[in-house]
């Protein structure tokens, strides 16, 4: 029987070569693809799933939030990150919320193939090897979207949530869920630390 795969990503060039990449292989059915958490979820409510391929960095909530939120709600699906992000933090996060692999969006279709095949039969798959990494968070630049940088901008220049939603048109919902992913990525908890590695990085 195929496994059913579903792909979450904002980025519809990875959505489209990971189609690609899996279109030739008979026990593998793309049985769809959102480019946010809110699109994901419901689309796992409505259709069966074995395996959701899950983009760490997405615009509303993280792939890591995702992933915890998937595996309470529809436990059966089995998750694999999608990062940019070497690094062993993410893939302890990704596994702490229930992940079945972590994958860089540079593998090969081999490396595709085989952790679909390891967690379809209940084991992991990794192709980067965080236990033997020891990058620090303070030595690696995050990779940050486009309105995250705006917010950043914003939030550093003393704005509310209510004036940043405001001046960029967006809800302060949705601002809130910026400013968390922002405190993930750059692993702070105040506004002050924020602005502080934010310059840090040369974000600001």
Same mark, same amino acid.
Do not use: W
């Given at each position: 029987?195929?496994?059913?795969?579903?792909?979450?990503?904002?980025h519809?060039?990875?959505?489209?070569?990971?189609?690609?990449?899996? =279109?030739?292989?008979?026990?593998?059915?793309?049985?769809?693809? #959102?480019?946010? @958490?809110?699109? #994901?979820?419901?689309?796992?409510?409505?259709?069966?799933?074995?395996?959701?391929?899950?983009?760490?960095?997405?615009?509303?909530? $993280?792939?890591?939030?995702?992933?915890?939120?998937?595996? *309470?709600?529809? $436990?059966?699906?089995?998750?694999?990150?999608? =990062? *940019?992000?070497?690094?062993?933090?993410?893939?302890?996060?990704?596994?702490?919320?229930?992940? $079945?692999?972590?994958?860089?969006?540079?593998? =090969?279709?081999?490396?595709?193939?085989? @952790?679909?095949?390891?967690? =379809?039969?209940?084991?992991?798959?990794?192709?980067?090897?965080?236990?033997?990494?020891?990058?620090?968070?303070?030595?690696?630049?995050?990779i940050?979207?486009?309105?995250?940088?705006?917010?950043?901008?914003?939030?550093?220049?003393?704005?509310?949530?209510?004036?940043? #939603?405001?001046?960029?048109?967006?809800?302060?919902?949705?601002?809130? *869920?910026?400013?968390?992913?922002?405190?993930?990525?750059?692993? *702070?908890?105040?506004?002050a630390?924020?602005?502080?590695? #934010?310059?840090?990085?040369?974000?600001?």
């Amino acid at each position: 029987m195929a496994n059913k795969i579903f792909i979450v990503d904002d980025h519809p060039m990875v959505i489209e070569g990971f189609k690609a990449l899996l =279109s030739q292989s008979e026990d593998i059915v793309i049985v769809g693809s #959102a480019e946010n @958490a809110f699109q #994901a979820m419901d689309f796992l409510k409505k259709n069966e799933v074995d395996i959701a391929f899950l983009d760490i960095n997405l615009p509303d909530i $993280s792939g890591m939030d995702l992933c915890k939120k998937i595996k *309470t709600e529809f $436990s059966n699906i089995q998750c694999l990150a999608l =990062s *940019t992000f070497n690094d062993r933090n993410y893939v302890s996060k990704m596994i702490e919320n229930g992940a $079945s692999g972590y994958l860089l969006k540079n593998s =090969s279709k081999e490396e595709i193939l085989q @952790a679909i095949d390891a967690v =379809s039969k209940g084991n992991m798959f990794f192709n980067v090897d965080y236990q033997k990494q020891n990058t620090s968070k303070y030595d690696q630049k995050p990779i940050l979207t486009r309105r995250e940088l705006e917010v950043l901008k914003e939030i550093a220049e003393g704005l509310t949530n209510q004036q940043i #939603a405001d001046k960029l048109f967006i809800s302060i919902t949705t601002v809130s *869920t910026h400013r968390q992913n922002l405190m993930l990525k750059l692993e *702070t908890n105040n506004t002050a630390l924020l602005i502080k590695m #934010a310059a840090k990085f040369d974000l600001i």
